[in-house]
């Protein structure tokens, strides 16, 4: 699975263990962690690109991603917006903040979002692992089979429609469309 990693770059010594432990426990999972913006600035990469062509690399990163991890040790413009672009383009998002950041401090936006693709966790980085290992089962990926599906624009236009209405991705609208529609009625 690809991970795209959030957080804030600020206070970014404050937070780097909390960060690396989290990034370590998907790693250590067999998953890959693409090379975010936060990423590269833990590993001690110099950002030599411009802003407007960091912006376009990491919400590429987000398109290719399975799931959009964000630590929200710290308020981060960049991080919302990284949260904006996985909603939009329905990805699962997994929200995490430590046990010593109150919840008072993590955004109402992120709180109060009511998509079935948003999970909003605290941890402790010595039960990051634990936490992880929970949600990865939960949205465990290894019992879906991918396919081609050509549709007509129509069909197309009301998958994208229900899938937005409902607030999840194109593929788990569908499933959960013929799962109501067919399995469950026999």
Same mark, same amino acid.
């Given at each position: 699975?690809?991970?795209?990693?959030?957080?804030?770059?600020?206070?970014?010594?404050?937070?780097?263990?909390?960060?690396?432990?989290?990034?370590?426990?998907?790693?250590?999972?067999?998953?890959?962690?693409?090379? #975010?913006?936060?990423?590269?600035?833990?590993?001690? =990469?110099?950002?030599?690109?411009?802003?407007?062509?960091?912006?376009?690399?990491?919400?590429?990163?987000?398109?290719?991603?399975?799931?959009?991890?964000?630590?929200? #040790?710290?308020?981060?413009? @960049?991080?919302? !917006?990284?949260? @904006?672009?996985?909603?939009?383009?329905?990805?699962?998002?997994?929200?995490?903040?430590?046990?010593?950041?109150?919840?008072?401090?993590? =955004?109402?936006?992120?709180?109060? #979002?009511? =998509?079935?693709?948003?999970?909003?966790?605290? !941890?402790?980085?010595?039960?990051?692992?634990?936490?992880?290992?929970? !949600?990865?089962?939960?949205?465990?990926?290894?019992?879906?089979?991918?396919?081609?599906?050509?549709?007509?624009?129509?069909?197309?236009?009301?998958?994208?429609?229900?899938?937005?209405?409902?607030?999840?991705?194109? #593929?788990?609208?569908?499933?959960?469309?013929?799962?109501?529609?067919?399995?469950?009625?026999?």
């Amino acid at each position: 699975m690809n991970i795209y990693f959030a957080a804030s770059t600020n206070q970014l010594e404050k937070n780097r263990d909390n960060f690396l432990a989290v990034i370590a426990a998907f790693k250590d999972a067999g998953h890959t962690v693409l090379e #975010s913006w936060v990423v590269e600035t833990l590993a001690g =990469s110099k950002q030599t690109a411009t802003s407007q062509e960091l912006v376009l690399k990491n919400t590429q990163l987000v398109q290719e991603s399975d799931l959009v991890v964000i630590d929200l #040790s710290e308020r981060s413009f @960049g991080a919302g !917006y990284i949260f @904006g672009q996985a909603l939009a383009n329905h990805r699962p998002v997994l929200c995490l903040y430590p046990h010593d950041v109150p919840e008072q401090r993590i =955004s109402e936006i992120v709180k109060g #979002s009511t =998509s079935s693709l948003v999970t909003v966790r605290q !941890y402790s980085p010595e039960k990051i692992d634990e936490i992880i290992r929970d !949600y990865l089962a939960g949205i465990s990926l290894d019992s879906l089979r991918k396919f081609n599906f050509i549709a007509t624009e129509e069909i197309v236009k009301f998958i994208e429609q229900g899938a937005d209405r409902e607030g999840k991705s194109k #593929s788990q609208y569908l499933r959960d469309l013929l799962h109501s529609t067919f399995i469950a009625k026999k």
